[in-house]
């Protein structure tokens, strides 16, 4: 069966920090990857998603990174955290294009509070 | 513009009863669409995918798609304590490689 990870659970930040959040699938090859971030009281917003190695699309303008640097392996970058950036920060895997029709499945998520 | 959208709730609902959510989306080549649960603190869990109009059920839970009308609907019978919760609908891209999702319906189950 298919595990998807993320660390840490927890991050507090000053602002103007980095930040490096990590998501890892295992039991799958190949899946396409999403960070999303949930700001309190509100709905995901996509941030980035990868359907392949070095492959990732942006999907709102910000001081947020994405690299995909191994086929199970996302992670989510930032040279200076704002005030803005705090939030739930989740990674999400799908099955490669041909697989289930859509279907993502959540890790447990950061929580990031930037201060 | 939002392109799935959700009453917010809280929807109320007695211990027994059936809780109803609905959810409407604005892109007429979605084809799949789901259901996720989300405890407070927690992250999204799948509970349901519909990908034909008509109705499917799964224990507790029946969604129901209607193309025509562009929405879809999640019914919980017998509902408990436990299914309170926040209810996201979500809806694939026209691409299929991404969800859209509705901003969620909070629904609270009262012993």
């Known amino acids: 069966s298919q595990t998807i990870h993320q660390w840490p659970a927890t991050l507090v930040q000053p602002v103007g920090s980095p930040l490096s959040l990590e998501c890892t699938v295992e039991g799958t090859s190949n899946p396409n990857l999403y960070w999303y971030r949930q700001a309190a009281g509100r709905g995901l917003q996509l941030l980035f998603y990868?359907?392949?190695?070095?492959?990732i699309s942006s999907e709102v303008p910000q001081n947020l990174s994405a690299s995909r640097p191994q086929d199970r392996q996302f992670i989510l970058s930032s040279k200076k955290l704002l005030l803005s950036d705090s939030g739930f920060y989740l990674c999400?895997?799908?099955?490669?294009?041909?697989?289930?029709?859509?279907?993502?499945?959540f890790g447990p998520g950061t929580r990031l509070t930037v201060l | 513009q939002k392109e799935v959208e959700q009453n917010s709730g809280p929807l109320s609902v007695p211990e027994g009863a059936i809780a109803s959510l609905n959810c409407t989306y604005s892109?007429?080549?979605?084809?799949?669409f789901f259901w996720y649960r989300q405890y407070s603190g927690k992250s999204p869990e799948l509970i349901m995918s519909i990908y034909s109009n008509g109705d499917k059920e799964d224990g507790r839970f029946t969604a129901q798609l209607n193309k025509a009308s562009q929405y879809v609907s999640l019914l919980i019978r017998d509902s408990q304590p436990s299914d309170s919760a926040t209810y996201l609908c979500a809806v694939t891209t026209a691409a299929g490689n991404k969800l859209t999702f509705g901003g969620g319906t909070r629904v609270l189950v009262k012993p």
């Open positions: 999400a895997w799908s099955p490669p294009r041909g697989g289930i029709m859509g279907e993502q499945f």
């Open positions: 892109d007429r080549v979605s084809q799949s």
């Open positions: 990868s359907v392949g190695i070095g492959q």
